[in-house]
Each structure stands twice: as C-alpha cells, then as structure tokens.
C-alpha cells in the first residue's frame, strides 16, 4: 500500500509561481509512474502531467511550456513546478503513482491552487 501526502498549493496571482509536493510512503517508490491531475468546479478530472519510470514526460496542451513535472526517487516524492500560472489554472490538483504492470494506481488527498487575475 502507498500513501501520498501532497502540500504546496495556495492562492497567487497570476504569473506568479508554485511548486506542489507530493511525497509517499510505504513502498518502492520508483517502480511507479507518477502524474498530476487537477479537477476544476464542475469539470471532469483532467491530465496535467505524467512521468514515466524512464523519464518520459507529458503534458497537457494547456500547460506546455510553464509546468514541469520533475521526481526525487531518493526522497520519494513527485513534483509539479508551475510557473506563470493563469486564473484557469485554478483548480484542486492531485498527484497518482500508478504501475499499469501491477495494476494499481493511488492518490494523494488533494491540494487547491487558486490563481487570481
């Protein structure tokens, strides 16, 4: 079982930048692909950015150019660095660590981002 704490998320203006965490616990950390989602009010969940185990990276449109998804196996942690943010980036960001191989995927709890114009 993995649990995922995430912190980092705030109220910024935009433009301005934020770096979420999201660290685990509780297995191996690097046999796991990791992503961040984020859910808006009245949206659907939506892809941000995921990392493959061999370091392929993806993103969506949207956030191309101004978020990096980056991971510290040694500290079992994922991260979403996130630069310009825009007031439609306003919404509650979760990480996942996911193994398609195994069949799982886990969540962290959760963090809002709100970005004011």
């Known amino acids: 079982q993995v649990q995922l704490v995430q912190s980092g998320g705030g109220l910024v203006q935009a433009g301005e930048s934020l770096r979420l965490s999201c660290a685990a616990s509780?297995?191996?950390?690097?046999?796991?692909?990791v992503g961040w989602y984020r859910q808006a009010p009245g949206n659907q969940r939506e892809m941000v950015a995921t990392?493959?185990?061999?370091?392929?990276?993806n993103y969506a449109d949207s956030v191309k150019g101004r978020f990096t998804i980056s991971r510290d196996n040694s500290k079992n942690t994922v991260y979403l660095q996130m630069n310009s943010l825009k007031p439609e980036d306003t919404a509650v960001y979760y990480c996942s660590l996911y193994s398609a191989r195994l069949g799982v995927d886990y969540w962290g709890q959760g963090t809002q981002v709100t970005v004011s114009s």
């Open positions: 990392r493959g185990t061999g370091g392929i990276t």
């Open positions: 509780g297995s191996v950390f690097s046999i796991y692909a």
